[in-house]
């Protein structure tokens, strides 16, 4: 069993909708981070959070520490949107770094 | 500004050798971290230095190592290589210590493929 859990692994949208990208995890942690990762590997942060709700943009994260689970939100989406979404967690002991395996968004024109 | 370098892009190897890859962190930047993706799959963490000093280790057998230098660049060391170690080996770079707190800037990866 993975210790960070993605859904769904694979999603399409219209231009313009709204998407919503969850992540649970099994382990006590420090912080979750989530994570852009387009086509070739290049990777970029796009937040940290430990608790409540964060925005950039049209991008919003919010984590819930007692449900173990946080949600990625994105905004009137955009093609360019179109990337993998990689939620991470540092786990509160053992000093360990665990990702889930991504979802992977494609936006429609 | 540069960002994070890695070196090389690409990489092919054969089973049993050894390889090491390289990475130079954005400026200013103390802690370097690696991680291992394979085809299809989210990351994997290797390894975290700060300061020249092991921080943290994924599970990951003996065969992997690392190293920070004085000027923080780093390079990790895969030794008798497996064709299992055939992935995408990122590098990112980040202000501080604790990795659960601050961002970390990630570089374009290193493929390695082993055949």
């Known amino acids: 069993k993975n210790e960070v859990e993605q859904s769904p692994q694979n999603l399409t949208a219209q231009e313009g909708e709204f998407i919503t990208i969850n992540c649970s995890y099994s382990?006590?942690?420090?912080?979750l981070h989530w994570l852009q990762q387009h086509p070739g590997g290049g990777i970029v942060s796009l937040f940290m959070?430990?608790?409540g709700k964060k925005k950039h943009g049209r991008l919003i994260a919010t984590i819930n520490i007692q449900e173990k689970h946080s949600s990625l939100h994105i905004t009137a989406s955009h093609p360019r949107d179109s990337a993998v979404y990689i939620c991470?967690?540092?786990?509160?002991?053992?000093?360990?770094?665990?990702f889930g395996t991504g979802t992977s968004l494609t936006v429609i024109p | 500004d540069a960002g994070v370098t890695q070196s090389p892009t690409h990489l092919i190897k054969t089973r049993g050798q050894q390889v090491t890859l390289r990475c130079s962190p954005i400026?200013?930047?103390?802690?370097v971290s690696w991680y291992q993706q394979v085809l299809g799959q989210g990351p994997q963490f290797i390894f975290q230095?700060?300061?020249?000093?092991?921080?943290g280790r994924g599970n990951f057998p003996d065969r992997f190592s690392a190293r920070q230098f004085p000027n923080y660049s780093s390079e990790l060391n895969v030794n008798a290589l497996l064709l299992g170690d055939s992935a995408l080996y990122l590098c990112?770079?980040?202000?501080?210590?604790?990795?659960?707190?601050?961002?970390?800037?990630f570089g374009q990866g290193t493929r390695l493929t082993v055949v």
């Open positions: 230095y700060y300061e020249k000093e092991e921080r």
């Open positions: 382990v006590g942690i420090s912080a």
């Open positions: 990112a770079s980040s202000l501080a210590s604790r990795l659960w707190n601050t961002e970390a800037f």
């Open positions: 991470a967690v540092w786990t509160n002991t053992g000093n360990q770094f665990y």
């Open positions: 400026s200013g930047h103390k802690s």
């Open positions: 959070l430990s608790s």
